[in-house]
């Protein structure tokens, strides 16, 4: 079974940083490309920023400039910096990733999402 935990959410003043991590485990064969959605209270989840297996990346334009993205494939996190946060930016964060299993011997890659974390930005 594979599961991915996000933390490092809280509370954050416009202009503040926060950094989020997110660690899967499981019975992991193989990870290929990682992302952080988020989602605001009455609005739809929208995907934040990309990185793939080596390590390129790919932001929302809402997010260029202040968040970059990470990863250690060593040992399977996944990271978020946020920099000069926004109200706006006040949301569910959620990891999301494409994971290879093995099932009855039999190779599955699926995408699997996180709890989320929340993220709240104000003053």
């Known amino acids: 079974q594979v599961q991915l935990v996000e933390s490092g959410g809280g509370l954050a003043q416009p202009g503040g940083s926060l950094r989020l991590s997110c660690v899967a485990s499981?019975?992991?064969?193989?990870?290929?490309?990682m992302d952080w959605y988020r989602q605001a209270p009455g609005k739809q989840r929208e995907l934040v920023a990309s990185?793939?297996?080596?390590?390129?990346?790919d932001y929302a334009d809402f997010v260029k400039g202040r968040f970059t993205i990470s990863r250690d494939n060593a040992k399977n996190n996944l990271y978020l910096q946020m920099n000069s946060l926004k109200p706006e930016d006040t949301a569910v964060y959620y990891c999301?990733?494409?994971?290879?299993?093995?099932?009855?011997?039999?190779?599955?890659?699926?995408?699997?999402w996180g709890q989320g974390t929340q993220v709240t930005v104000s003053s």
């Open positions: 999301n990733a494409a994971i290879g299993t093995v099932v009855a011997g039999l190779k599955i890659r699926r995408r699997y």
């Open positions: 990185i793939t297996s080596g390590g390129n990346v």
């Open positions: 499981g019975s992991i064969v193989s990870i290929n490309d």
